[in-house]
């Protein structure tokens, strides 16, 4: 029995729900869909990432941030980013809206990232516990080594955490101003 293609809330411009369609479909045609990027940080302020496994059918064998998914159709981003945590990486911890954004980016075999990104930020000291058929590898980084490490070797990150590393930096920074 073949598995179902999960589906994808397509939205506008400002996020607002326009229906649904199956999720490589999507990536297919570029259409602007609904998205979700979790970053995880320990007690001395290391980022988490994950490797993608090489079966994915975009961005396979590349280093990201600890996870990044899409909610599924009538499900909530903050539900959906802590599902896919789980399922992904074991974890369980509180996370909290950090911004959203929109990005669009074709991708080498065809298809195209265009998604309306909502990014959280969670805390988390130890070791996660992945699923093997989504993480091939994850490890604790430092921001100065992962800046060094991504301006020498671009080409070893997914392009939406290329993009969203200083954004979320500030964001971070700014979060622990005014707490």
């Given at each position: 029995?073949?598995?179902?293609e ?9 996020g ?42 975009h ?6 941030n600890?996870?990044?998914?899409h909610p599924?159709p009538?499900?909530?981003?903050a ?13 369980t911890?509180?996370l909290?809206p ?9 991708m080498?075999?065809?298809l195209?990232?265009?998604e309306?990104d909502?990014?959280?930020f ?5 070791a ?8 091939e590898?994850?490890k ?18 997914t392009?939406w955490?290329?993009?969203l590393?200083e954004r ?7 979060r622990?101003?005014s707490?």
């Amino acid at each position: 029995m073949k598995q179902e293609e999960p589906k994808v809330t397509i939205v506008d411009s400002s996020g607002l729900p326009l229906g649904e369609c199956d999720k490589l479909e999507a990536h297919r045609t570029g259409t602007l869909h609904s998205a979700i990027s979790v970053f995880i940080f320990d007690r001395d302020g290391r980022w988490l990432l994950q490797k993608r496994t090489a079966h994915k059918y975009h961005s396979p064998s590349l280093w990201s941030n600890a996870c990044c998914s899409h909610p599924a159709p009538d499900e909530a981003p903050a539900t959906a980013a802590e599902r896919r945590l789980e399922q992904e990486l074991g974890i369980t911890c509180s996370l909290h809206p950090a911004f959203m954004f929109t990005y669009r980016h074709e991708m080498p075999n065809g298809l195209t990232e265009n998604e309306y990104d909502h990014v959280f930020f969670g805390d988390f000291n130890g070791a996660p516990a992945p699923d093997p058929t989504e993480v091939e590898d994850w490890k604790w980084v430092a921001l100065h080594e992962l800046q060094c490490n991504v301006e020498q070797h671009p080409e070893q990150y997914t392009y939406w955490f290329r993009e969203l590393i200083e954004r979320v930096k500030r964001r971070k920074q700014n979060r622990h101003k005014s707490d």
